[in-house]
């Protein structure tokens, strides 16, 4: 594989496996791979595994199954928004505290020593060589099977999909879903006015709960404004996911909303 630099100007070689090893799984999940849809989705903190290698990060088998080790009900969105549309989506398998893969490569939590409020043991005081295999091994194949699925087509826009959780920090987070974006105004603009359209009672963020910036971002700068490919991360509350019944109805109001701006603006 050829070597990547990274955005810290590190050159990273994805060659042999040293972290990953047989039974491990392997760090992306793609969904209608073969899928000329002119919608890609994307889900960065889909999954919660851990290498063996790294014996669960230090951690209780408890903190796995909050909000700092995935986005919980992410998957299950994205999952039926491939199949209403048979869209190409990619995930990520492997826990947002392993390595984060929507931030850079250079970004100060890219592999977080705490995690509101939670200390991860496997994190701290990592070396620049654990550093880059992470990198090498999860990070750059996850990136790169997103480029080969943006080039694989003709695509018309992007959507991320995540989740949050209610209270951060002591701080409640009302609103129901959020719509982040940058350059790309129009696009968030016009999934939350078809969204309020037909929920008219439910509380849409824009930029909430929080903004996009070049530092801890890279779904939005890198695989959207790069390509000038319409786009957005769509950030749905956690609670609202907790069961199946739940990502039934966010997912169904998710797929009218970008039905109608396909046909309507995209077509």
């Known amino acids: 594989m050829h070597p990547w630099h990274g955005r810290s100007g590190a050159m990273i070689l994805a060659a042999d496996r040293i972290l990953l090893q047989p039974g491990d799984p392997e760090p992306v999940e793609l969904v209608n791979a073969d899928s000329r849809h002119p919608l890609v989705i994307v ?33 299950s969105v994205a999952r ?60 750059l194949p996850y990136r790169e099977a997103l480029d080969r699925i943006l080039d694989a087509a003709p695509r018309r826009i992007a959507i991320a999909i995540h989740s949050f959780t209610p209270v951060l920090a002591g701080i409640s987070r009302p609103w129901d879903i ?56 769509i950030e749905i509350r956690n609670d609202h996911l907790l069961t199946e019944e739940g990502c039934d109805r966010w997912a169904g109001l998710l797929a009218a909303c970008l039905g109608e701006l396909i046909e309507d603006h995209l077509s």
């Open 80 to 139: 039926k928004l491939a199949a209403a549309f048979g869209a190409p989506l990619v995930m990520q398998r492997y826990s947002r505290l392993v390595i984060d893969c929507n931030r850079p490569d250079d970004a100060r939590d890219l592999i977080p020593e705490v995690s509101d409020g939670i200390t991860v043991p496997g994190n701290c005081g990592l070396g620049p060589q654990d550093r880059c295999r992470r990198i090498a091994e999860i990070f």
């Open 178 to 233: 959020g719509f982040l974006f940058r350059k790309d105004v129009a696009t968030s603009h016009a999934l939350a006015r078809a969204l309020s359209r037909r929920r008219p009672d439910l509380q849409v963020g824009m930029n909430q709960p929080y903004a996009i910036d070049d530092m801890s971002d890279w779904f939005v700068p890198q695989h959207g404004e790069r390509r000038n490919l319409p786009h957005s991360l």
């Open 43 to 75: 889900c960065e903190h889909a999954g919660r595994a851990v290498p063996a290698a790294l014996a669960g990060l230090g951690l209780r088998p408890a903190d796995m199954d909050k909000h700092v080790a995935y986005d919980i009900g992410a998957a």
